[in-house]
Each structure stands twice: as C-alpha cells, then as structure tokens.
C-alpha cells in the first residue's frame, strides 16, 4: 500500500526549527561529505526527502536524524544554505515527540505556554509539599541551631519521592522506547531480525550510550564530544546518587573534600558547569552551525540545568558553612528547580536524546545485520 502525502507537514515542522528547507535540491553534497554516511545509510538527504514530500510513515521509521552527530560540515559546504545540519536537528525533535504517546513532547515543543505552564505546575507542587509538611519544623530548627538538613528534609522521605520520580520517568521513557521500537523494527514487514542479533549488538547500545563515542568522528570539532561526554557522566553521576544512594549523599556530617560523597558531587558538578557555559556560550557567540539556530526549548534546558546546579552548589556551600535557613531555603529552590526539570526534559525533551540516540544507534545495526543475512542467499 502507498503511503499517504500530507502537502502540509512542512509547516508543521517549522515548530522544530527555522531552516528554509525548501532550499535543499538534493545535490548530494551532505551525503558525500559527511563522516557518517554508509553505504546503507545515505543521510541527511533521506529524511530531508520524507519531510519535504510529507511521508510521516516513513519518517517516523527513520533512525537517520539520529544517527547525525551535527558536526556542520555539510551545512558549511551547502552550495544552497539548506543547513541539513540543522534540518537534522529539527527532524530528532519531531520524531521525540512522534515516539512519546502521550503528546506532551508535541505540546511542549511547539507551545512556551505549555513547558512553561508546566514547570510552573511542578514546582509549586513541590513548594506546597514543603509548607505543609515542613513549614513549623523549619521555625522549630531555626530556634535551636545549626543546619540540620535531614531533621528539615528526612533523606528516607525525600527518597521515598524521588523512587516516585524515577518510576514515573522509568514509565514515560521506557514505554516511549518501545513506541521507537515498534515504529523502527515491528512496523516493518519486510525485514525479520532473529532474537541472536539483539544479545550480539546490545553491547553496541552500552557502549554508545555511555561513551557517546561517535561524537569524536567530527574530526572538525572534537571538544564538543568531551564536552558532551562531561556532561552526560555528571549528570548520569548526580541522578544515580540522588535516587539510589541519597541515604549516603545526604548527610548532616561535613565529611573532608577527599571524602568520596564530595568528590563525586564535586565531578558531577565540574562536568555540568563545563558543558552547561561550552552550550551557552557557543549559543551567544552563533560562532558554528550547529550554534546559529536554537530553538527555544535549547535555552531552556540550558537555563534550567544551569538554575539546577548552582542552586545544588548553594545548598553545599551554606550547608558546609553552618548557614541554617540559607540551606533550608535554597534546598526547596533547588528541588522547586530539579524536579520540573527532570519530569519535562528526561522524558519529553532535550534528554530524552541520551536515550533515543543508542537506541537509535541500536536499532539501525539490527536492521543491518537482518537486511546482509536476508541477501547473503542472493549474492551466493
């Protein structure tokens, strides 16, 4: 069965990025000069063709925008300023929103209103737990001294909502993968993958989720991969203490700097400050392609991860200096901060790429491999 054209989805698209993308007249410059192009996979032009034509299907069963690194040499090279840099970047954010079931991502990536009405939301839910819970705890601890974060903030109770966090991210996350996963293996017919290839490449899908190494074959900029490397561990190093090992971490003992609970806060917090002012600069300076266009979930992510941590720095810095109410304060912003942040990004937006992308990655060797085993009786 053909598949159905809608002559109206590039105006969709223009709420995932602001490229002329009628521009592009398939020369095959992108193609022949990207570090990432194989022979069965000859993108950007692939998914540059489908959303022009309007053939969401195939779209939506499309791993090429994810398998693009934006390094930038194509759109630096586009003899028509088509930027299928950025055109690649517009496609991840329209397909995250095609994976997620809910329609959030959609809503969140094409309304201020609503990413912004729901952060609001989160965090007031957050400031209203504390009033009602902590609020004369806090005047009584106050009166008798000293910081006492786990009298004001019980690590077991706080531990108790970030195991809720983390299932309900767990959930989002998960059950848009497997949306990914229908759409990109299930939904096509022609190709069957046996159940042996999924245990041979799952080491691929490790690897790549956490070394992120691809990123190292832009030759033309390679610090962005050890910044986003840096990143990536610090962030990944936080979530795990904060939701498994908070018991450890938070503590009303001011352990040494060479403690490991505070070496590790301190790299998680190096790694994020690092990438968090490399992003912000490259966005104000709009000094290479992949920094000339940002959408405008782009600065929020930023500006939140940015709020998270040092509001995380504060709450250390106040803590370790015996600053009561200072500490008490900046721990309800910080969490009025993390959460909404968490809950919108890892799921729905911006993070939800440090998942998609190995999966991605994942998906596209399984394909591979099925489609070489399929022709090996032909060729012979």
């Avoid at 055109?87 to 397909?95: A, E, K, Q, T």
């Avoid at 795990?240 to 040494?256: E, K, R, Y």
């Avoid at 991605?360 to 489609?371: D, E, G, H, P, T």
Wanted: hydrophobic content about 45%.
């Amino acid at each position: 069965m053909s598949e159905r054209v809608d002559p109206g989805f590039i105006k969709e698209m223009k709420h995932y990025g602001t490229s002329d993308w009628n521009a592009c007249f398939h020369c095959g410059n992108c193609t022949a000069i990207c570090p990432f192009t194989e022979n069965e996979s000859l993108f950007p032009r692939k998914g540059i063709r489908q959303m022009q034509m309007g053939l969401k299907d195939s779209l939506a069963s499309n791993v090429d925008p994810w398998l693009c690194y934006y390094c930038g040499e194509c759109s630096d090279t586009c003899p028509r300023n088509a930027n299928p840099g950025e055109i690649m970047m517009s496609l991840r954010r329209y397909l995250t929103t095609i994976y997620d079931w809910t329609g959030l991502a959609k809503r969140f990536y094409q309304s201020k209103k609503w990413e912004f009405g729901v952060m609001i939301l989160l965090a007031l839910l957050i400031m209203i737990l504390f009033i009602f819970f902590h609020g004369p705890m806090t005047r009584e601890l106050t009166s008798e001294g000293g910081v006492q974060l786990n009298t004001f903030a019980p690590w077991k109770k706080i531990e108790i909502g970030d195991w809720i966090m983390a299932g309900l991210l767990s959930f989002f996350l998960i059950s848009n993968i497997l949306n990914m996963y229908l759409k990109i293996i299930v939904k096509d017919r022609q190709l069957k993958v046996p159940f042996r290839f999924y245990i041979i490449e799952f080491w691929s899908l490790i690897v790549n989720f956490f070394t992120q190494k691809k990123f190292s074959k832009c030759e033309k900029d390679r610090t962005y991969w050890i910044t986003h490397l840096l990143v990536m561990t610090g962030y990944t190093i936080m979530f795990i203490l904060i939701v498994v090992f908070l018991g450890w971490f938070q503590t009303d003992a001011i352990h040494p700097w060479w403690h490991g609970q505070r070496l590790l806060g301190y790299y998680a917090t190096f790694g994020l400050l690092v990438g968090i002012f490399y992003f912000l600069a490259g966005r104000f300076k709009q000094n290479t392609q992949k920094n000339k266009y940002s959408h405008f979930t782009d600065w929020s992510f930023l500006i939140l991860l940015l709020l998270t941590t040092l509001s995380g720095i504060l709450v250390h810095i106040f803590r370790v200096t015996g600053l009561p109410m200072l500490t008490y304060y900046t721990y309800v912003i910080h969490l009025m901060i993390l959460f909404p942040m968490l809950m919108i990004e890892v799921p729905f937006s911006k993070w939800s790429h440090l998942a998609y992308r190995p999966f991605a990655i994942y998906f596209y060797n399984l394909k591979k491999r099925a489609m070489n085993r399929q022709l090996q009786p032909v060729l012979q």
